[in-house]
């Protein structure tokens, strides 16, 4: 699974699954902005961090990797500047990508 199928996914996990399986709290810091939720990135960030994200085939895998980055963070076990710096980068990469889309000029709905 790639950086941009993992976000995807973990961002349409309902807030509680969210905290269930990784309890924490995740802001970007922006010009202009107090703090927005990155929650995603951040999971996806700690799953590359602790080398999980490049085996992940599937949700449960990658549920089971966020099992495991809350384990290891709760004991302490990642470096939150590492994991910090990362988050950057994964959220920057998922810019890039929003980037490269196609702006749609209209949409055009009709009834058949």
Known sequence: ???????EFLANLPEA????LL????????????GVDCWPGAAVAG???IGWLANVESDADLREGLRHLSYLAGDG???????????LRVVDEL???????????????SRN
């Open 1 to 7: 699974m790639d950086i941009l199928q993992a976000h």
């Open 17 to 20: 699954e969210r905290f269930d």
């Open 23 to 34: 309890p924490l709290e995740a802001l970007l810091e922006a010009d202009g902005q107090d």
């Open 95 to 109: 810019l890039r990508w929003g980037d490269a889309l196609p702006r749609f000029h209209a949409a055009h709905v």
């Open 47 to 49: 799953l590359i961090v």
């Open 77 to 87: 076990l990642i470096d939150l500047d590492e994991w910090q710096d990362e988050c």
